[in-house]
């Protein structure tokens, strides 16, 4: 089966808000993982602004198109729907996305922090109205806590969002909550948290798809430094497509999140897709 690597060249061009330029030499630097004979690239639409009125102010997504970076978003907000539908299809096993300028801090009529729509609740509400697809997971290893998911399932028990933050949290359903990562942990304490709160979870949940929100700006020297070294988002997904395995068919789709330095996306997505690419 294959995985697909959903990278749009506007990317390439237009730095990101917070992120910068980091995939200036993308897709270039996949050069050899794409050559993979079950490995796709995929650039894709933009995704239609009316869709996006289902769940934005109309002042957000006017004002949006008005900045320099508005394109990554809709372009990675259409990345991330397409992909689900042909991860949930089977045409696909997996995927990654790369994303700018849309995800996590991305609410009804609020965003901040370099994403200024959401991503996630557009492609689940595309599964359901066109799939049987009803139950999914959405894990957030950012640095930040994710408001802006938040806030769009927060009436949602079918969603499961697990968010590694700063704080501990969950609500009454079991399906809302937040991790506290503390601000100094090592590669193997981050993944045995991984594998103490949010794979039983998972397990129990039972969802249909993991989405999963990375972003790499834990890493040593950038913005959301909590330690961690730039093998450690490799071993991460390691984890998360076996739990894929045994949860949901491995059905899992990864977004890039947060994260400014170059040197770590370039050496960590060429892996990443090599691990969701190896049998
Ligand atoms: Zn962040
Ligand atoms: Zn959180």
């Known amino acids: 089966m294959l995985t697909g690597v959903f990278f749009n060249r506007i990317l390439k061009t237009n730095p990101g808000p917070i992120i910068g330029a980091k995939f200036a030499n993308f897709p270039d630097v996949l050069e050899n993982v794409l050559k993979l004979p079950n490995v796709k690239l995929i650039e894709n639409e933009p995704v239609q602004e009316e869709l996006m009125l289902r769940f934005h102010t109309k002042e957000m997504i006017d004002s949006l198109k008005t900045r320099p970076y508005g394109k990554n978003a809709f372009y990675s907000v259409g990345a991330c729907i397409l992909?689900?539908?042909?991860?949930?299809?089977?045409?696909?096993?997996?995927?990654?996305?790369?994303?700018?300028?849309?995800?996590?801090?991305?609410?009804?009529?609020?965003?901040?922090?370099g994403t200024y729509i959401n991503c996630v609740a557009p492609a689940v509400y595309t599964l359901r109205t066109t799939t049987k697809a009803r139950r999914f997971s959405l894990?957030?290893?950012?640095?930040?806590?994710?408001?802006?998911?938040?806030?769009m399932f927060k009436d949602d028990p079918e969603l499961l969002h697990v968010c590694f933050c700063n704080?501990?949290?969950e609500?009454?359903?079991?399906?809302?909550?937040?991790?506290?990562?503390?601000?100094?942990?090592?590669?193997?304490?981050?993944?045995?948290?991984?594998?103490?709160?949010?794979?039983?979870?998972v397990k129990k949940f039972r969802p249909e798809m993991i989405f999963h929100f990375l972003g790499h700006?834990?890493?040593?020297?950038?913005y959301g430094d909590i330690g961690l070294t730039p093998d450690f988002?490799?071993?991460?997904?390691?984890?998360?497509?076996?739990?894929?395995?045994?949860?949901?068919?491995?059905?899992?789709?990864?977004?890039?999140?947060?994260g400014s330095r170059r040197d770590v996306a370039e050496y960590i997505f060429p892996r990443i897709v090599e691990i969701l690419a190896t049998q």
């Not at 045409?91 to 009804?108: C, D, Q, V, Y």
């Not at 909550?177 to 039983?200: K, M, S």
């Not at 997904?237 to 947060?258: F, S």
Request: with cysteine.
């Open 83 to 113: 992909a689900s539908k042909m991860v949930y299809s089977g045409e696909l096993k997996n995927a990654l996305i790369f994303n700018s300028a849309s995800g996590h801090h991305a609410g009804p009529s609020y965003a901040w922090g």
């Open 139 to 151: 894990l957030d290893t950012d640095c930040h806590h994710g408001d802006g998911d938040r806030e």
């Open 167 to 169: 704080s501990e949290y």
């Open 171 to 201: 609500d009454h359903t079991q399906t809302k909550v937040c991790i506290r990562t503390g601000w100094n942990l090592t590669d193997r304490d981050y993944l045995n948290l991984i594998r103490l709160e949010f794979i039983p979870r």
């Open 217 to 222: 700006d834990t890493c040593q020297g950038d």
């Open 233 to 258: 988002f490799i071993e991460l997904v390691r984890e998360l497509k076996r739990c894929a395995e045994e949860a949901c068919y491995g059905r899992y789709l990864i977004i890039t999140g947060g």
